[in-house]
């Protein structure tokens, strides 16, 4: 019996901290041996030229997530995560979405019933907490924490999503108690009823005036908020999807005082802008996710936050709605108002190239830092490090092969996910996934999908060390 199920050779290993080379020996799935003359193996794959990095975990996605307005999401766990796993992504979070009114826990049983036999590489869910009733608060997620799902995102807009200052600092202090990881929403729902109030006055109605609605000092109130409610209660918080400079300040004087307090982009904020919701007729819906894309200097706002570490985590956003589509960008035809346009682009396939080349190769980002972001930092903040997210002895044998030199642009028609459109069509891009595994097995080869469904595993997560509080004695 060889000593490996398989056995990578001559790869330039590259983690979140080092790049060596060295074979990695893989057995039932997981990596059990690092080194020279490992051994035989039953199989043999050569990487030489080739960087071999931790399979990428895109800790926010959204997939089958049930919507409150009719529109349907185009991608469940299975062409999400083919999709996925073509982009060099082998674990993927989407969120259990409590509506109003509903049991967390059948939440969560709901979003099992859709994503069970689905999935091609592994998923974890994070939970949304709509509605943080006594018996939320005190038995269904103190439960549903202990049994791994150990991380909740809350909205501070959006009608039928959105806490008020007192139900945040309810489900912060649960956090607390319960160590469990929040992700926030962070805008400000009253400014955004506003800003649309007036331009629906004037007749500013088109996509456009969604990025207008959604100002970037709405979110940078929202964030300074959520942050403050966090130091109030001592308890860590990671703003999600941030586009701009407005809040990576907010986030950095957090960092600057102490604070646990966590940032996450996505390609969209690094790539669009509102430019691109400004697009002839209603092309523009394409490009409406929240919050918006804003200007290049936001951009370049992004880009200096991932270089100098205020982001821990890019993760895509994948909010899946097709264009063409009277359950997708057109629920309300092609003049809607933009407060109708289903919110969110598609990214899960194209976020790892995306960063490599435009961070990587260009030189704003480290290749460590490349790894850190997308895969190592995920894995500690949402709890499943470090059997995911690194290249260590004990870890599971997810790896995406790199050549680090291939030339691609992207073209929907070469994606796999179920969307009609990408927002990045055209871009040329450097460097390119070759080959991922999914504990020890091929699950895409040349921007190919190989893996079935139902190979992907659910995780339970930890209780994440970086969710715990600084200590601080409270009093109560
Ligand atoms: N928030 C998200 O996290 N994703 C899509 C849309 C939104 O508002
Ligand atoms: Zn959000
Ligand atoms: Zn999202």
């Known amino acids: 019996m060889p000593r490996f199920d398989t056995l990578i050779t001559n790869g330039l290993i590259t983690t979140a901290v080092d790049a060596y080379y060295a074979d990695i020996g893989i057995k039932n799935g997981r990596i059990t041996a690092l080194g020279h003359e490992l ?90 907490v709509t509605d ?33 200052d007192r139900e945040i600092l309810n489900v912060l202090a649960l956090a607390r108690r319960e160590g469990a990881m929040v992700m926030v929403h962070a805008e400000n729902a009253d400014c955004i009823a506003y800003l649309s109030e007036l331009l629906t006055e004037c007749g500013n109605t088109g996509p456009y005036y969604h990025g207008v609605a959604h100002s970037s000092i709405g979110e940078r109130e929202a964030s300074h908020r959520a942050i403050s409610l966090a130091e ?61 894309p804003r200007d290049p200097a936001a951009q370049e706002a992004v880009w200096e936050g991932l270089e100098s570490g205020v982001f821990q985590v ?25 407060e109708h346009i289903p919110n969110g682009i598609p990214g899960l396939e194209t976020r790892l190239p995306i960063l490599f080349s435009e961070g990587v190769v260009k030189e704003r980002i ?26 260590a002895i004990g ?25 009609d459109y990408t927002p990045y069509e055209g871009i040329e891009l450097t460097g390119r996934p070759v080959l991922t595994l999914c504990r020890g097995r091929v699950v895409s080869r040349d921007g190919q999908p190989e893996s079935d469904a139902g190979y992907g595993e659910f995780l339970a997560c930890a209780k994440p060390q970086p969710a715990r509080p600084r200590g601080n004695a409270k009093g109560f």
């Open 232 to 292: 109030l209660i001592d308890v860590p918080v990671l703003i999600v999807h941030v586009s701009g400079a407005d809040t990576i300040e907010q986030i950095r004087w957090a960092q600057s005082r102490g604070l646990r307090v966590y940032g996450e982009t996505c390609p969209q904020y690094l790539m669009l802008t509102a430019e691109d919701l400004d697009r002839d007729g209603f092309e523009g819906a394409k490009y409406v996710c929240s919050p918006p």
């Open 39 to 128: 051994g035989d193996a039953a199989a043999e794959i050569d990487a030489e030229g080739l960087r071999v990095l931790p399979g990428g975990i895109d800790a926010h996605c959204h997939l089958d997530q049930p919507m409150g307005d009719g529109a349907v999401m185009a991608d469940g766990f299975y062409s999400g995560t083919r999709s996925a796993a073509a982009g060099g992504t082998t674990t993927v979070m989407p969120f259990a979405a409590q509506k109003k009114g509903q049991s967390l826990r059948a939440a969560v049983d709901d979003y099992h019933r859709r994503s069970d036999g689905q999935a091609c590489v592994d998923y974890a869910f994070h939970m949304i």
């Open 395 to 419: 870890s599971d044998a997810d790896l995406t092969l790199w050549d680090t030199s291939a030339k691609n642009t992207i073209r929907n028609a070469d994606l796999h996910h179920d969307v």
């Open 314 to 338: 890019f993760s895509s956003d994948h909010a899946p709605f097709r264009f063409e589509d009277t359950k997708g960008k057109k629920l309300r035809g092609e003049n809607a108002h933009f």
């Open 366 to 391: 480290d290749i460590t830092r490349f790894v850190a972001l997308t895969a190592t930092n995920p894995a500690k903040i949402y709890g499943l490090y470090p059997r995911k997210g690194t290249i």
């Open 132 to 164: 943080p009733t006594e018996t939320v608060l005190k038995d269904e997620l103190p439960a549903l924490i202990e049994e791994g799902y150990s991380s909740f995102k809350i909205y501070m807009t959006y009608d039928d999503l959105k806490l008020n």
